[in-house]
């Protein structure tokens, strides 16, 4: 038997970016810090790391900012990506094990991601929360596939309950805004919004202040608790960093001494569903829409993940203010991206 | 703060290339001579300008030949392209000021052309007629937003007024057939079809001839008049280089004398919204169909921007008549956006 | 006339990759080789003869296996790859001629063909069983006309007929097994499905067991049989390499001595256009699902060409088995289409 075959080293399991919390608070300063090295063109190494190789992009959900970061990461440096948008109709992965597959799946997990994973030097996977129930969703189950069957590295390009690279650029853009982020006073606000959306960039938002240093504070009504897990992860990095995490029904309080103010809206669990009760309590809550009083000081910024609804999620004289740098989140996506994939591709091979 | 955000330098517009009416003549008939250099594989200049270079592509309408002809156009010269298309559900776009965003526009442009700034080095908008008011669709709302927001070049691959890459290639062919388009004589012919299509194809048919230093004559029946704006331009033009300008309402005398017999079909604005009245329309028109016997000479040539509908709009004999250049004419599209690219991308930078 | 337009050379026809039925076993071998020394970095001129070539792939059927594949092929060698996923809305062609186009097709494959040639240095098409009608689905008019029109080579991504591309891989991945193909015991075994597919990845695995010197037997249920020209060209094969070729309803015969086990379903052409009587007749033939007792010995591999519907097609025991070599399979897609793609772009030229 003469073969070739590219095996998998067994034992040797790809390292994958999934989550904030798979790490520790100071593997992604270091993250953080090689972004900013990138983006400065200082990082040579990083950008070696990327020539030649290529990103496999897995969209079960649309999505046009983090495909066209991405790309944009890649292509920068040498490197290349390969999009596919998979729809219910195109390419339903089955993921459940023992399935007798006579319904709408026409391929498993098990077979997917191997072989993408030969086709691809890295693989980036978006799935989007059922908004069914919150339990589900936490349990990041197609992602969580993805990256048991790859033998390549696996990205999340935003999951059910993470968006792990919109916080590493939210971080690095706080950074290079007030030195360092350590120390600063960070509001999560929640904000109304004309659909519920999931709670992944919360989720990021909360994970990002505490694990670099902030002092956190996260605002929302009665009703919008977020993922429980999530927050004692949050509290037990607050508490080791010695800052204060707190989470209030108020919100002018909460923005009052923010010296960060993080705008995002999300659905509230109770009424996953039941979109007619959402929407009235959007409608209850429309007073919680930014506006440019609830910028504390004139060193304030004002933080979005994008896309954002104007005059409903934040007010138009928040938006165009000076102080509002969502665009600054949104280029810093491109070089957070570039430092994570070449983290993850390490030292450059003369052959893939 | 030590911030390395890169910043609009202020006072410092991009330049863009929307249509041929914010141009001169002269700038024009440089990009075709930039054009055919790059073809000939003589301008290393242009070339050096697109390498490493990304173009973000947003398509508002599908396409395939724009897109092709572009993508082509940068991976020629080592650049990148990403292609967004974006339909009604994914990413419906806001560019009013000041409205409550709780309709179906998630982003305002105001956010998605700055940040499509940040990624691309270049930025191309497709956005299409609305055929419901010819005075609306003459303002191109959507692409001049684009521009207006945007902290980087914006190119027009079609806009709902003009089409100014397929005018500079159609040019190019022109001159390549003719060693000068200058002095030749160009007829536009309106021709039926099976649905009512835009005007900005033969608003930039119009727009070259005239740039180009040709006798232009137009052919439609009544009820066809096309926007009198590009028409003014367009007389402007001729009488400024001593040329001739006509409309007429009877296409065997305009095919009679013609060297270049350009022909496009279009909807009448009095049929807008009115699909059965245009259908008859088109039916009454029927013997409009280009054929053979349209040609005047031996010298002369058939163009149309393609795709066309066989027997429909042009009959079979004219299309497989060896003086038939659309193939060429498409060919062009290629070089000429080479061309618009390298010039507005400019000199090649070590790091965009 | 100063003209510089690309000609096509008259009485130069380009050469295609079609079918298998095209070539001879000893051409069909030398691309075999050609992959695996692609694959094991020793072919530096394939790699050469990509560099800076784009390639253009429509697909009319989506596909993301073979669009991955055919990406990778490109750009890990260099080259690059625009993708067309023209459906039924946004690309109808035409390719019959003489039609008065008042219908869905908007553009005739005589425009089509020779544009993309001039925007691509070859161009790939994917057209799909219409599955109403064996007989025309034989004909293969779509690639067929494409292969007429187009200037620069043509490459099927599979067509009505036959899946080349596939049975090339297939035969590399045997090699690879058993260092050689020729004089193995090769079964292609039917299997029931959720839903009729068509016959193209069968066929070719039909003449890549005949071409590659294999004994074949062919499995399947009365009123399955294959496309008699594709048999009989098979059994050509067969007779001309001294190995066995035969057809049988016993399906635990045909799998007891086979070193090689492919696997695949398709519908019958007596119920094409009945969906319930195929369901019927699957359900009746639901103990044609392939699982780890039909691997006759401990050496035999189980090969599918992906995606498979476990525990309908194959049971989750013999994919899971480590004889299971379908991942390899489709790692070999990526390295067979870069021979194919170096073989039909032949040497590197400074200017494409």
Known sequence: MTTVIKSKSPGVKPRHWLSFVDHEPNELAALVKSAREIKAGR???AADAIFGRILGMVFFNPSLRTRTSFEAAMMRFGGHAITLNVGGDTWNLEYRDGVVMNGAAAEHIREAAPVLSRYCNIIGV?????????????????????????TVPVVSLESATEHPC?????WMTIDERFGSAAGRRFTLTWAPQAKATPMAVPHSAVLCAAAAGMNLTIAHPPGYELNADVLARAKQWCDRAGTEFMVTHDQAAACASAEVLYVKSWGSPQFYGDADGQRDSFARHANWMVTQRN?????????HCLPVRRNVVIADDALDDSRCIVVDQAENRMWAQ???????????????
Do not use: C, W
Request: hydrophobic content about 50%; overall charge negative.
């Open 295 to 303: 910028l504390a000081t004139s060193e304030s910024v004002l933080m």
């Open 166 to 170: 919109q916080a590493l650029a939210d």
């Open 338 to 352: 570039a430092a994570i994939l070449a983290n993850l591709l390490g030292p450059p091979s003369g052959r893939s």
């Open 43 to 45: 990082d040579q190494h």
């Open 126 to 150: 978006r799935t989007f929360a059922g908004m069914k129930s919150a339990a589900e969703d936490a349990q990041d189950a197609l992602l969580r596939a993805f990256a048991r069957f790859a």
